[in-house]
Each structure stands twice: as C-alpha cells, then as structure tokens.
C-alpha cells in the first residue's frame, strides 16, 4: 500500500471506487428487502385468481423499479 502513499491522486481514486463499491452494494441489498413485501402481497391478491401470476423476488424488484420511475415524486418548480 505504500504505492498509494506515494500517489495521493490513486489514493483519491482508490477511495472513491470503495465507497461507490459500497453504495452500490447497498443500494441493490435494500432493493431486495423491500422487494419481499411487494412479491408477498402481489402473490396474496393475484395468487388465488390465476396461480400463473405469482412473481417472483426479482420480478417484485423490477415492479419496484418501474413503480419509483412511474410514481416517484417531481419536484416541478417552475
């Protein structure tokens, strides 16, 4: 690690590459988690109508991501 002692700019680099390393991780961990909830009550409403319709984690996820882009709040200032 001395390399990156002697070059403050890599260390820089090195640095913001681990933190956003870590944010990503995070973010994509969280996405799960709440993706459970939405798969549950999908498969709770859906499920008895037509047990073709059951999602799964990843598919939950992917309704999330839509509903945010959907949904998600604006901030229309004008």
């Not at 890599?10 to 590459?17: F, G, P, S, T, W």
């Amino acid at each position: 690690m001395s390399l990156l002692d002697d070059i403050p700019l890599l260390k820089r680099i090195v640095e913001a590459a681990t933190t956003l390393l870590i944010v990503i991780v995070l973010s994509v961990l969280v996405g799960l988690i709440l993706a459970f909830p939405v798969m549950w009550l999908w498969n709770f409403v859906f499920a008895p109508i037509n047990p073709a319709m059951k999602i799964s984690v990843f598919q939950a996820w992917a309704l999330n991501v839509l509903a945010g882009i959907l949904f998600g709040q604006r901030n229309g200032k004008k």
